[in-house]
């Protein structure tokens, strides 16, 4: 039996409310993925230890705190399995961007697709934001189709956006409009 | 639909995350309510507005960020009738105190115990807690019957222990050990 | 005489940087042209006295002390005539976004388009970015002719992106690379 | 001669005011008597440089520009013997928690009682509370002694409440109401 | 009987530590003779309520806890008489400034000469510094005097060194070493 | 060519507005020159790696952002000789003290002398300060003819002002109100 404070995406999949004391299962779980998920993602090199985590996890709960953040775990039948946060929360413009990385192991299952649909609802109902945005590496294959199946529509490549692994990145960056997705369902 | 994220306590009772954009829905249901609340609980009068309840939850939410706090909105189907939390959390010596408050229109419904004893296993299970502590007013007679029907035990009076309206106030405090806790269950 | 600190752009234009006392002159040009300014610039309506302004400069050059802003006076012929700024400086990424604003009375003489070329020269060759954004509202006619004449492509029209006056406005994202820019010259 | 601001207690024993270069003096009296005091207090395992100590003594001296704390060092024939202090001062409330340590060589002279009578005095008197409290280790019987004959009533056994050395210690809370302390006189 | 922790100066005077709820009284004192102490002493005219008192003690209490300041009230038969205090502590170069107000009622008494060296004495022998410094504007006789009384040396008269009152004031410069205040003795 | 913005001195010297990306520069002209520079200056030795030179231009940039400092560079030909600043900064008593230290290497050609009468021009002019300060090492020759040959008078020698490699210094102290400045050109 689970304890957590959560939203329910289907039987199986979860958004969890995390807590301070989760850190040490989040650093576990993303350092056992260190290669498949530090290919795209920034933050993968930037944590080395638990105690990393830890400050990822204050600070963003700090943003939870002035309004700016909102961070969820992704829990697939009871197993943590990646995270998913909506982060540069506007409140006078109402929009956001959402960020998020899932296991390897957990993917090819719809997981991701589903939780952003969620998060989506979340933030145009519950905290009532206008637009969502997705920024996603032009290569990272797996990400630009989560974009996709989610609705979001591609608005630009951004030339040389990240650097990351000593290049730089182009990223496509990916929208969805409250209006847009009231429409959709 | 509900888009929080929450504990379900009962099918009807819920414990639900709050962000900042609720402070106006909690200082309306405090507001309808001050002379029942005002009467034990001292922060009532130092809600006036809904900015000083938007303060509040935001004291709260960095608690949260510090692992000193953790704050629920309790639902009633579907409605909100209160709230509780876990406060003073001492991760050193695995013990915090619970705080609770529920509008007169929600009385008599065995909703408090219900939550309380919720937040008892999310303490004692989720965050690993060892003991938690109820201070209740000895006049508030609905508090005490939460906190005895919730299975605590009276460690104490506390005469003279808070200040209230121009006079000092006699406390009782109850407690509760994890080992006590299983053993009931 | 000038004492000012400045960057000379051509013998008529300068760039100048600000200090605290410079508060009053700047508020007062903006505060002579609310109409013109406001119209696409949403920190008009937040500028309502001098203390404005002031707080307003301290936050740019606490940016300064930070690394994330480089704020700029425009002199034309030793009068005020504008800012113009780069904010959201990422040296990470190497990358950040110029504002700019013109008094009425200064506009289409080309001020802030060659204005742009040098904050690009700044930008590019002492402070070592890659890649400068320019954001402008698609009916804000001059101020899209500035970012195309300086040489920035369009990326993207960012719908409902910037909530004014009451309702939601598109904008348009323009950007160059160091690598471009060098090309041209 | 002494330099230092005191309250005298008897002739041969004075509460000092700490200021920052003392943070040696203490640490010295501490680090030469581990043993003896680490057995219940669970700061001397935190205090293992001068530098620990420093710390300490600026965050106690922020507690008084707050209101918060007064830390007072025990001389005893012009030689430093412990520290004693109001922590948890609350002026809402009128209430504070008494706090001492003496070192083993200063023990059994009666110095801590009177100490403590004195902090009374200062509590109630000068800081106009209303209410002292003393929790003491359940086995610490030199330190439950000073409670009793200091004339505090022993208000509740606080199971496990308490983590040291690697298991949970019960704590006996003792009180004082200032009317009492003025009956006694 | 006082229960305030204080450094005696002779039978009549003491330093005496001041606590936060002391500034009501500190105030009424100097409400009590603004015209005197206002002539020049710019502060006066910046404390209007206790409010304002309480922010200054706020302030000097963090100055001691940071190691900078260190204020004592002067009493003088028991009675809150006026304030003297080293700022600009300067632990490096081994260095400070006093300064010194008392009320009109209580000059001409020798009090603050004797208060000026008891707080030699503690900066010196205590606080470990090298030399103090006061700063008297060179019309205000009574301040003047103290210094000289006191052993100090005229170092320099600071031309326009304060603006008061719609007028930049000169300056006397007294100081004085530790070497040349043990030979005195 | 140059990007920085700077205010101009004569043809070869000019003061230069630091960003946070130079301090490697600086560092580099410091540590090339420890012994001839840290004879007087004692900040010298706490400058012993690059992040401390970026640590102090963060605190100078905040100083500015504060309105208490302003710092510049003095280039010489376009390549960096050393550094002069106002600190102190007293708007309310309109009075600021200036600092320099120039690389042995561009000594003896006036540079410094050039450099003080320029920020005198810009702290009276710009700043509306009403008086400068300069404070020499008494062995410091060349520091003192900066201050003579700048229109400075000497106002006072501070006995064993300044604790530098195990011995205190005394110190010159001279000034120059905005009045004589004014008069002598």
Chains 1, 2, 3, 4, 5, 6 share one sequence.
Not at 141 to 166: M, R, W
Request: net charge negative; charged share 20%; glycine share 6%.
């Amino acid at each position: 039996m689970s304890y957590y404070l959560s939203l329910p995406v289907t039987d199986d999949i979860a958004l969890v409310q995390p807590t301070l004391n989760m850190s040490e299962a989040i650093f576990s779980l993303l350092d056992s993925d260190r290669q498949h998920l530090g290919t795209f993602l920034d933050f993968v090199d930037l944590t080395n230890k638990v105690e990393d985590e830890t400050a990822y996890l204050k600070m963003k709960l700090t943003g939870v705190a002035n309004g700016t953040d909102y961070l969820f775990l992704i829990h697939y039948k009871g197993q943590l399995a990646g995270t998913i946060d909506l982060h540069f929360i506007d409140t006078k413009n109402q929009k956001a961007e959402i960020g998020y990385w899932i296991h390897s192991s957990f993917t090819n299952l719809g997981i991701t697709t589903l939780a952003v649909h969620k998060v989506c609802e979340f933030g145009f109902n519950h905290l009532d934001l206008n637009k969502l945005t997705i920024v996603a590496d032009t290569e990272n294959q797996p990400s630009n189709k989560v974009a996709i199946k989610s609705g979001f529509t591609l608005v630009s490549t951004e030339k040389e956006d990240v650097f990351i692994h000593g290049a730089f990145r182009d990223m496509n960056r990916y929208s969805l409009l409250k209006s847009n997705f009231k429409a959709k369902k």
